[in-house]
């Protein structure tokens, strides 16, 4: 079942880059955008981590939790956040449950190749924990601030 616009949000429970669990229900309330990546450290997840930090401001002045998740390990994310200064929660899916949960575990290409992984996509979540809009095909320098631009679009 693929998730829309207006669906509840699945729940999860992972842990972040220090080791602290944390569920959706914690952020409820709150607007949340859940971010899925491939890999820590590799060239386009970089440039997403780092773009959601030079925004970062924004986003708290927007009261917007950002939350990364891969299926890289606690102290990969640790690592990642320590060497770009990444000022948000990044939460390690090992067991890939949360990432089939949303449904951007799926068919990837590279140079030719066919495998499984990680789709680049993101969820906004508003505060009553519905999915506000979905992420399918995301650039990873631009896309930032195209859900800061959607919040804001969102208030007016």
Known sequence: MQLKNGDAAPPFKLADQNGKEHELSDFQGQWVIL???????TP???REACAFRDNFAEYK???????????DSV???????EKYGLPFTLLSDASRETVKQYGVWGKKK???????GINRMSFLINPEGKIEKIYRKVKPPEHAEE???DRKQADS
């Open 35 to 41: 971010y899925f990546y491939p890999k820590d450290n």
């Open 44 to 46: 386009g997840c970089t």
């Open 61 to 71: 002045k927007l009261k917007i939790k950002i939350l990364g998740i891969s299926a």
């Open 75 to 81: 102290e990969s994310h640790k690592k990642f956040v």
């Open 110 to 116: 590279m140079i030719g190749k066919e495998y499984e």
């Open 147 to 149: 859900v800061l631009n």
